[in-house]
């Protein structure tokens, strides 16, 4: 999700909620700690000089029972990290501690904004020899006549 679409979202919500991965929420009694811009500027194992850019929300839990970030409020600490740090539409990741820091990919579901799990990639396969596509396999074509393989009674279990 870019920040020109949570600003939306935050424009028709009457609440900001967080849902974990496993379907369990962040407490009601959030706050947002940072927003901010972060690059990362690095080679991949291809020798390709790469820049990522993202904003970066920073979710905190401090057992504030009675704290309730409103979506106004999330919408004008936005701009004033737009505004301060020259922020521009980049996609956000959401920082939430659990049994450690995680990071999170962000979307919304209708009812309340989901964070996603990151996956690593190789952003080189074709420098690692990693193929594209996986190569499908018949079990019934499979050379049954080789000495290595293991038939129904043919003793090699």
Not at 115 to 124: I, Y
Not at 127 to 133: L, R, T
Not at 135 to 141: D, E, H, R, Y
């Given at each position: 999700?870019?920040?020109?679409?949570?600003?939306?979202?935050?424009?028709?919500?009457?609440?900001?909620?967080?849902?974990?991965?496993?379907?369990t929420f962040v407490?009601?009694y959030?706050?947002?700690?940072?927003?901010?811009?972060?690059?990362?500027?690095f080679i991949?194992?291809?020798?390709?000089?790469?820049?990522?850019?993202?904003?970066?929300?920073?979710?905190?839990?401090?057992?504030?029972?009675?704290?309730?970030?409103k979506?106004?409020?999330?919408?004008?600490?936005?701009?004033?990290?737009e505004?301060?740090l020259?922020?521009e539409?980049?996609?956000?990741?959401?920082?939430?501690?659990?049994t450690?820091?995680?990071?999170?990919?962000?979307d919304?579901?209708?009812?309340?904004?989901?964070?996603?799990?990151?996956?690593?990639?190789?952003?080189?396969?074709e420098?690692?020899?990693?193929?594209?596509?996986k190569?499908?396999?018949?079990?019934?074509?499979l050379?049954?006549d080789?000495?290595?393989?293991?038939?129904?009674?043919?003793g090699?279990?």
């Open positions: 999700m870019k920040l020109s679409e949570i600003k939306e979202v935050l424009k028709t919500v009457e609440a900001v909620n967080f849902e974990l991965p496993d379907g407490p009601e959030f706050h947002v700690t940072e927003v901010g811009l972060v690059t990362k500027n991949d194992c291809g020798g390709t000089v790469r820049k990522e850019t993202v904003v970066n929300f920073q979710l905190w839990d401090a057992n504030d029972y009675e704290h309730r970030l979506p106004q409020k999330l919408i004008h600490i936005i701009e004033l990290s505004k301060v020259g922020i539409d980049h996609e956000i990741e959401v920082e939430y501690q659990n450690t820091i995680g990071k999170y990919d962000l919304f579901n209708g009812k309340n904004f989901t964070l996603l799990n990151k996956q690593t990639a190789c952003l080189a396969q420098q690692c020899g990693i193929p594209s596509d190569p499908k396999v018949k079990l019934s074509q050379n049954t080789n000495a290595n393989s293991c038939t129904p009674g043919g090699c279990c």
